[in-house]
């Protein structure tokens, strides 16, 4: 069953139209990578899954309409969204970001649970606690924005190019990270990525857009084992 769904979504910024009718599912406890050109679309798409931009059409969360939804309120529904250059606010300390992103859990020793089941994806974060954000290297800033996403408890996290700026190791960490939130925890994952091998190899089910459109769609594997789609729509 799909746990979020867009029906023909379309999204502009002012007068143009950028995202021309999408149509997505995303299944309970999978991976979904949003692949495509620079342009293409990926942005948009998370953020009008999110309310972040304006649009028509359908989105559907647990079969419930959220088209239209302010961003905050998509968010206590349980969406996560970790934006393009990861949002971590770097004058706050690592603690105090943590902390904002649970800001949708009253509940205090939720909270405080949560944080411990983080801590044991990113053990360094005990020691960097009290730090400025802005001090950590851009590797550990993506972990703590996906760590922030995750204090909220999401059943979905939609992350924009997580792996923008980062060394390939980094990269597979993260990627590592991912897959076990999404196996162990059953966090249901939307990522959009320029790096189309790594993001194919993480996900179960591929969208590659071109121009605000679902250029193809399908199994990764079948996308990554496919040579002729890959060169074509994919580059590589
Ligand atoms: N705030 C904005 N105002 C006007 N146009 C925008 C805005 N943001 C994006 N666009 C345009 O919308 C289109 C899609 O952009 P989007 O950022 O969604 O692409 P993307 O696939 O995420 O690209 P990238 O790989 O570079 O991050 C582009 O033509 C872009 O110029
Ligand atoms: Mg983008």
Redesign the pocket.
């Given at each position: 069953m799909a746990l979020l769904e867009a029906r023909k979504l379309y999204a502009r910024?002012?007068e143009?139209d950028?995202l021309h009718g999408i149509d997505l599912e995303v299944a309970q406890g999978s991976i979904v990578a949003l692949l495509?050109?620079?342009?293409?679309?990926?942005?948009?798409?998370l953020r009008a899954l999110t309310g972040g931009v304006r649009t028509s059409g359908n989105v559907l969360f647990d079969d419930r309409e959220i088209a239209g939804l302010p961003p905050e309120a998509v968010a206590r529904l349980g969406i996560a969204h970790v934006p393009?250059g990861r949002g971590t606010l770097g004058s706050f300390t690592v603690r105090e970001n943590l902390s904002m992103g649970a800001y949708t859990i009253k509940d205090g020793k939720r909270s405080k649970a949560r944080y411990e089941k983080l801590v044991g994806y990113f053990p360094w974060l005990v020691d960097r606690r009290e730090q400025p954000a802005g001090l950590l290297s851009g590797g550990e800033q993506q972990m703590l924005a996906i760590a922030r996403a995750l204090m909220m408890e999401p059943r979905v996290i939609l992350l924009d190019?997580p792996s923008l700026g980062l060394a390939p190791i980094i990269v597979k960490r993260i990627f590592e990270i991912l897959r076990t939130i999404n196996r162990e925890d059953g966090v249901t994952i939307v990522i959009?990525e320029?790096d189309a091998a790594a993001a194919l190899a993480l996900a179960d089910t591929a969208y590659v857009?071109e121009v605000?459109r679902v250029a193809i769609s399908g199994p990764s594997a079948d996308l990554a084992g496919n040579e002729q789609l890959r060169k074509s729509y994919l580059g590589y």
């Open positions: 910024y002012g143009s950028v495509g050109a620079n342009g293409s679309g990926k942005t948009t798409t393009e190019e959009a320029q857009l605000g």
